[in-house]
Nanobody, 122 residues
Framework: VQLQASGGGLVQAGGSLRLSCAASGRTFRAFAMAWFRQAPGKEREIVAAISWSGGTTHYADSVKGRFTISRDNAKNTVYLQMNSLKPEDTAVYYC????????????????WGQGTLVTVSS
C-alpha cells in the first residue's frame, strides 16, 4: 500500500488543522493505521492509531482530548483532526499502515507516507 499525507501547514497556537492520508490499493481496510510525529532532535513518537474497522483508537497522552483520528474505508483515507494546537505539536507528521491489529510501536508499521510538516507558532 502507498500512503500520501497532506494537510500540514503553519498555524497559530490554539488553532486547528486536519491531516489526511490517502492510501492506494484495495486492501486498505485490512490495515490498522496510525499517525506518528518527529520533532527536530527528537525520536519519532506515536500520536494516534486506529483499528481497521475504526472501532478502536489509541492516543498519546500529550494529545488526548485535542486530537481525533478517524478513517473512511470507502475513501481509503485516514484523518487526524488537531485542535487546540500547541507549539510543542510542531513536527513532521507521518501516517503509517500495519497489517492486522492496532499497534503502538513504529516497528509494527511496514508502510509509511512521506510526512507533512506542522508548525505551530506561539
Amino acid at each position: 500500500v502507498q500512503l500520501q499525507a497532506s494537510g500540514g501547514g503553519l498555524v497559530q497556537a490554539g488553532g486547528s488543522l486536519r491531516l489526511s492520508c490517502a492510501a492506494s490499493g484495495r486492501t486498505f481496510r485490512a490495515f490498522a493505521m496510525a499517525w506518528f510525529r518527529q520533532a527536530p532532535g527528537k525520536e519519532r513518537e506515536i500520536v494516534a492509531a486506529i483499528s481497521w474497522s475504526g472501532g478502536t483508537t489509541h492516543y498519546a497522552d500529550s494529545v488526548k482530548g485535542r486530537f481525533t483520528i478517524s478513517r473512511d474505508n470507502a475513501k481509503n483515507t485516514v484523518y487526524l483532526q488537531m485542535n487546540s494546537l500547541k507549539p510543542e505539536d510542531t513536527a513532521v507528521y507521518y501516517c503509517a499502515a500495519a497489517r492486522g491489529s492496532l499497534s503502538y510501536t513504529s516497528r509494527d508499521y511496514a508502510y509509511w507516507g512521506q510526512g507533512t510538516l506542522v508548525t505551530v507558532s506561539s
